[in-house]
T-cell receptor, first 114, second 114 residues
Framework: DARVTQTPRHKVTEMGQEVTMRCQPI?????VFWYRQTMMQGLELLAY????????DSGMPKDRFSAEMPDATLATLKIQPSEPRDSAVYFC????????????FGQGTRLTVV | GENVEQHPSTLSVQEGDSAVIKCTYS??????FPWYKQELGKGPQLIID?????GEKKDQRIAVTLNKTAKHFSLHITETQPEDSAVYFC?????????????FGIGTKLQVIP
């Protein structure tokens, strides 16, 4: 069945290291979202892509975070250098049509920075 | 920007009883209100949604109501079952920069006691 696939599911890294999270959106979907989930802040939108172009990354710390879509089947979220406060679950979601609004979420990447 | 408040943060009900989760939003321009269910270790999944031109929507045991004047909306689950136990998120969506920007509530952890 169609689903959003995220890798890795879990990542433990040391402070200062680069972290790359990957997402394969559902085939045919033209919108991709990156969210960060923490107990304190809940779900926060980091970036939004439509047709592989970034439309909104205002929620993303620009100095260390970057998001790209090298092609329609791959979205990446990179943190360099990582910090302990980046520890969270990062979700990718995709959608078919901006007018329909529904986002299909992946299972997330649980990141721990020590 | 949009602010969504959700309560209660935790809710315990006996199996078969009803559960109600309430949310308020701040921006009267918000026009789409989805509800997501997140089970342990999984990403959020859309369970029901409502648009601003509708006051109520029902799907089997779940229903949502929207009061645009008061800027609040609610999720009602009737005849609760143990598999309803999860974290529920409300959200409000507003058109911004050519796309629908979604702001989530902090979540309600629902426990259904058998």
């Amino acid at each position: 069945d169609a689903r959003v696939t995220q890798t890795p599911r879990h990542k433990v890294t040391e402070m200062g290291q680069e972290v790359t999270m990957r997402c394969q959106p559902i085939l045919g979907h033209n919108t991709v979202f990156w969210y960060r989930q923490t107990m304190m802040q809940g779900l926060e939108l980091l970036a939004y892509f439509r047709n592989r172009a970034p439309l909104d990354d205002s929620g993303m710390p620009k100095d260390r975070f970057s998001a790209e879509m090298p092609d329609a089947t791959l979205a990446t979220l990179k943190i360099q250098p990582s910090e302990p406060r980046d520890s969270a679950v990062y979700f990718c979601a995709s959608g078919l049509d901006p007018d329909r609004n529904e986002a299909f979420f992946g299972q997330g990447t649980r990141l721990t920075v020590v | 920007g949009e602010n969504v408040e959700q309560h209660p943060s935790t809710l315990s009900v006996q199996e078969g009883d009803s559960a109600v989760i309430k949310c308020t939003y701040s921006d009267s321009a918000s026009n789409y209100f989805p509800w997501y269910k997140q089970e342990l270790g999984k990403g959020p999944q859309l369970i029901i949604d409502i648009r601003s031109n509708v006051g109520e929507k029902k799907d089997q045991r779940i229903a949502v109501t929207l009061n645009k004047t008061a800027k609040h909306f609610s999720l009602h689950i009737t005849e609760t079952q143990p598999e309803d136990s999860a974290v529920y998120f409300c959200a409000a969506s507003i058109s911004s920069g050519g796309y629908q920007k979604v702001t989530f509530g902090i979540g309600t952890k629902l426990q259904v006691i058998p």
